[in-house]
């Protein structure tokens, strides 16, 4: 059985910056792409960022490239997601999730497991 623990969130000040750690059971790292997913209140889910556990491809949104980082620690079976320069519109809960191939995607339809999210609050 794949699980998906999500850990790291919390309240920060904006231009603060929060480190979001994903950690996976029951799957072989590099086999998959683990994605970072967030929903605000009203809001759909949208696509933050993803990474292949094989060869460390990443994909970035727009909104949050040049200040957030997603890395894979594959030794622990662990993405990161660091998030610096924090804005109170990056408030929401954040999600990771697993896809079954070694590319990623910013659709979140794909993706065959999830975490049970993590709320992140930046404070303006």
């Known amino acids: 059985e794949v699980q998906l623990v999500e850990s790291g969130g919390g309240l920060v000040q904006a231009g603060g910056s929060l480190r979001l750690a994903c950690t996976a059971s029951?799957?072989?790292?590099?086999?998959?792409?683990i994605g970072w997913f967030r929903q605000a209140p009203g809001k759909e889910r949208e696509g933050v960022s993803w990474?292949?556990?094989?060869?460390?491809?990443?994909h970035y949104a727009d909104s949050v490239r040049g200040r957030f980082t997603i890395s894979s620690d594959n030794a622990k079976n662990t993405v990161f997601l660091q998030m610096n320069s924090l804005k109170p519109e990056d408030t929401a809960v954040y999600y990771c999730?697993?896809?079954?191939?070694?590319?990623?995607?910013?659709?979140?339809?794909?993706?065959?497991?999830w975490g049970q999210g993590t709320q992140v609050t930046v404070s303006s």
């Open positions: 999730a697993a896809i079954t191939v070694p590319i990623g995607t910013m659709n979140s339809a794909m993706y065959d497991h």
């Open positions: 029951g799957l072989t790292f590099g086999d998959y792409a």
């Open positions: 990474i292949s556990t094989g060869d460390s491809t990443t």
